[in-house]
């Protein structure tokens, strides 16, 4: 646990970045987005100058480079944080294995990459991580093991948004990238409606969120504080629209003042393939089936 | 990545070339509600979305221009979709709203799919 984020560097001070060369956009990228925000950047050719550096001053944003594998990242974060708890580190890597990514969040990093990845995505991180005053108790790992890992969510957008990119941060050759883009969205999905309507975006409520791993199925419980809900009374969402009138819960909410909405569980439910709810519905879980290589265009016929 | 939105016109028809996402996360949603209920309010009731370029869509998204397709069409407007791709296509394909929602893979036949629809939209 860290300490509280007042003790972050003050508003009015001028933020400092340390970036690792990594080459490419990548570089170039992320020194536009950080000079146009006025930030002062410092540049190092390898992550072993970082540890001496960001001992020596506070950074507010270190970006590792991505010829280094992941553990020694994650250890060298791990030196950092006992100096400087607040500060935000992007993992940017092109060597890592399976349990990296819980490694990351374990250790408190502010985002992880894991190639390929977009230079775009990156300098979007960067922008989150400029903007975020207050961060580093967003994300807990409470268990973790490439299989099943659990953890905690801070209730606020900012907190789902890194969480997401973590999990596209997970590299597994046995899954297809549609597959995990389906399930990660399934996932998003879920979060945000835990987030909104069982915690109203209160920062000081928490999601408990668990992933587990199995040989021919992913799964995902999800668990917000709320009081939960009824599926066969959500007349506000197109869940509980008649196949043939997908559109007619739009005009319940209307008629209840309510913002657009309504096609999150429903977009869940039609990229997993099981959502399944709790009784009380404050507590779900996603599971989509990994079909064997041998096996998918036969059941792709039978969808 | 965000969202960026231009606004052109063809005839008495709106084009609106989006660029980006159109999420809940930083209010890239939105920004589309307010360009769509600002154009619906001052009197446009033909509307085509441009996704070519748009990378990324959640409810959020979807649940706007559906609320401005329904809303369109009580006004005997329309909505169009033009060449929504990979994720985004993805999205709509699973909610069933292809079958709904007229889209279109080029944009003088999604122009021309207006033209008829708009003389029958009184009747």
Same mark, same amino acid.
């Given at each position: 646990?860290?300490?509280?984020?007042?003790?972050?560097?003050?508003?009015?001070?001028?933020?400092?970045?340390?970036?690792?060369?990594?080459?490419?956009?990548?570089?170039?990228?992320?020194?536009?987005?950080?000079?146009?925000?006025?930030?002062?950047?410092?540049?190092?050719?390898?992550?072993?100058?970082?540890?001496?550096?960001?001992?020596?001053?506070?950074?507010?944003?270190?970006?590792?480079?991505?010829?280094?594998?992941?553990?020694?990242?994650?250890?060298?974060?791990?030196?950092?944080?006992?100096?400087?708890?607040?500060?935000?580190?992007?993992?940017?890597?092109?060597?890592?294995?399976?349990?990296?990514?819980?490694?990351?969040?374990?250790?408190?990093?502010?985002?992880?990459?894991?190639?390929?990845?977009?230079?775009?995505?990156?300098?979007?991180?960067?922008?989150?991580?400029?903007?975020?005053?207050?961060?580093?108790?967003?994300?807990?790992?409470?268990?973790?093991?490439?299989?099943?890992?659990?953890?905690?969510?801070?209730?606020?957008?900012?907190?789902?948004?890194?969480?997401?990119?973590?999990?596209?941060?997970?590299?597994?050759?046995?899954?297809?990238?549609?597959?995990?883009?389906?399930?990660?969205?399934?996932?998003?999905?879920?979060?945000?409606?835990?987030?909104?309507?069982?915690?109203?975006?209160?920062?000081?409520?928490?999601?408990?969120?668990?992933?587990?791993?199995?040989?021919?199925?992913?799964?995902?419980?999800?668990?917000?504080?709320?009081?939960?809900?009824?599926?066969?009374?959500?007349?506000?969402?197109?869940?509980?629209?008649?196949?043939?009138?997908?559109?007619?819960?739009?005009?319940?909410?209307?008629?209840?003042?309510?913002?657009?909405?309504?096609?999150?569980?429903?977009?869940?439910?039609?990229?997993?393939?099981?959502?399944?709810?709790?009784?009380?519905?404050?507590?779900?879980?996603?599971?989509?089936?990994?079909?064997?290589?041998?096996?998918?265009?036969?059941?792709?016929?039978?969808? | 990545?965000?969202?960026?939105?231009?606004?052109?016109? $063809? %005839?008495?028809?709106? +084009?609106?070339?989006?660029?980006?996402?159109?999420?809940?996360?930083? *209010?890239?949603?939105? &920004? @589309?509600?307010?360009?769509?209920?600002?154009?619906?309010?001052?009197?446009?009731?033909?509307?085509?979305?441009?996704?070519?370029?748009?990378?990324?869509?959640?409810? $959020? %998204?979807?649940?706007? +221009?559906?609320?401005?397709?329904?809303?369109?069409?009580?006004?005997? *407007?329309?909505?169009? &979709? @033009?060449?929504?791709?990979?994720?985004?296509?993805?999205?709509?394909?699973?909610?069933?709203?292809?079958?709904?929602?007229?889209?279109?893979?080029?944009?003088?036949?999604?122009?021309?799919?207006?033209?008829?629809?708009?003389?029958?939209?009184?009747?």
């Amino acid at each position: 646990m860290t300490t509280p984020c007042s003790s972050a560097v003050a508003p009015t001070a001028q933020k400092t970045a340390l970036l690792v060369a990594s080459g490419g956009d990548v570089d170039e990228l992320l020194t536009n987005v950080l000079a146009s925000e006025g930030w002062s950047i410092q540049r190092v050719v390898d992550n072993q100058h970082i540890l001496a550096l960001a001992r020596a001053k506070p950074f507010d944003l270190i970006v590792t480079g991505r010829e280094t594998r992941v553990a020694e990242d994650v250890e060298l974060l791990r030196k950092i944080r006992s100096a400087r708890p607040h500060v935000r580190l992007i993992i940017l890597t092109d060597k890592f294995t399976p349990g990296d990514v819980i490694s990351a969040m374990r250790e408190g990093a502010f985002s992880y990459f894991s190639a390929p990845f977009a230079a775009s995505e990156v300098a979007e991180m960067v922008r989150a991580a400029m903007a975020e005053p207050c961060w580093d108790d967003g994300i807990e790992v409470l268990s973790g093991t490439p299989a099943w890992f659990s953890l905690t969510a801070r209730c606020d957008l900012a907190t789902a948004n890194r969480l997401v990119q973590f999990l596209h941060g997970v590299r597994d050759p046995s899954i297809s990238e549609a597959e995990k883009d389906q399930v990660i969205s399934a996932f998003r999905e879920i979060l945000i409606n835990a987030m909104e309507h069982g915690a109203h975006f209160d920062p000081s409520q928490h999601v408990e969120i668990s992933f587990i791993r199995a040989r021919r199925a992913i799964a995902c419980r999800v668990k917000d504080p709320g009081k939960g809900f009824s599926l066969e009374e959500l007349r506000h969402a197109a869940v509980g629209s008649s196949p043939e009138d997908l559109f007619s819960h739009a005009t319940v909410r209307d008629e209840q003042g309510m913002r657009p909405g309504g096609f999150g569980i429903l977009l869940a439910k039609k990229l997993v393939d099981e959502l399944i709810y709790n009784e009380k519905g404050n507590e779900v879980v996603l599971v989509k089936y990994l079909d064997p290589p041998q096996s998918s265009a036969l059941n792709q016929r039978h969808q | 990545m965000g969202l960026q939105i231009s606004i052109r016109e $063809s %005839g008495d028809i709106t +084009i609106l070339d989006l660029r980006g996402r159109s999420t809940i996360d930083s *209010g890239e949603s939105e &920004l @589309l509600s307010q360009h769509l209920q600002k154009l619906v309010a001052n009197g446009v009731r033909k509307v085509l979305l441009n996704l070519i370029e748009l990378k990324q869509v959640d409810s $959020s %998204g979807v649940s706007i +221009i559906v609320r401005t397709y329904v809303s369109l069409k009580r006004q005997g *407007g329309d909505l169009g &979709l @033009l060449c929504p791709g990979g994720r985004v296509l993805e999205v709509f394909r699973v909610l069933h709203l292809l079958n709904t929602i007229p889209t279109f893979e080029n944009e003088a036949q999604a122009l021309a799919s207006f033209r008829p629809r708009g003389h029958s939209a009184t009747s």
